[in-house]
């Protein structure tokens, strides 16, 4: 699977079993955000060695973050806005390794989250997410380009149905009738006619 969500539901459910909890439908937050946490310590302990990075050159992309391993053994973003009254998340977000698939993960999530927004938009869904992928430009240009649903409406022909799109809150209209006579079906191969 290529789903954060999904990967984070597997975990949790890993855990529920290990501990022997009863079986529940419902994914709280709090187990979410733990399951999430485990994967990123895990990925990042592979990708990240902090004890060597004194010895990384000088324009080194994550020497530059002055990065620093928090409470719970995340690597964030250090640096100037420590003192700032910002929460945790934005202040210091948590850093993901170029290119990485849990990278492209996330990217992908907050993209969907950011309605298949552009690059400028989407990058600043990760960072308000609480996220900061090294080299993200790049990798979100190259995303984007292959994003298929964005390839897809991206046309000249499909750009105001694009836009109405994109302000849809897919959760409360999901089966709602306008939807339905526009092309903003996703299941509907073609674009067709006018607004
Ligand atoms: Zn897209």
Redo the contacts with the bound molecule.
Sequence with gaps: TNDWMKVKRVIVLMFRWRNKEPKRALFSTKELETAGKKVIKAVQGLTFDLESISKRPKGDSLLQLQPFKDDEGIIRVGGRLKKSSLQIELKHPIILPKAHPLSKMILRWC?IKAA?SGRGLTINEVRTSGYWIIGISSLTRSF?TS?V??RRFRGKKCNKRWQTYQKTDWNQNLHSPTLQSTCLDPLQSKCEGQL
Excluded: A, R, S, Y
């Design positions: 993209h298949h984007i994003c649903l964005c």
